[in-house]
């Protein structure tokens, strides 16, 4: 499976980006929005009908486990149940603590490019 990702600094890019990576023939069940606020998450994957890490991507012991953790440790793994390692997870996380938005793409159709 492949993962990645794409950080923007405004709200307004990451939609524009994220209707571009659909018009790359990316499906909207694939492209996820991570910011630091969960307000802001939801906005923006509302505005650019995307997804959000939810129980069916976490699994009900992970979304369990979230409500107990602080907000990065939460990122954190919502990082890591998209496909990325513990290292990444932590880059990702430091970027949202920039207070950017993170967009990722799972299964990536081949040739596919940012």
Known sequence: MTVMYKEYVTDE???LGIQGIKA???H???IYVLTHENHRTNQ???MANANTVGMDEQGLGVS???VFRK???ELRAQFEELGFTEPEAENLEEKLDEDKVV???KNAPAGFKY
Request: proline share 0%; glycine share 10%; aromatic share 0%.
């Open 71 to 73: 907000k990065g440790d």
């Open 13 to 15: 890019d990451a939609i």
């Open 28 to 30: 909207e069940d694939d």
């Open 103 to 105: 967009v990722v793409v």
């Open 64 to 66: 369990i486990a979230n």
């Open 24 to 26: 790359k023939g990316v």
């Open 44 to 46: 923006v994957a509302d």
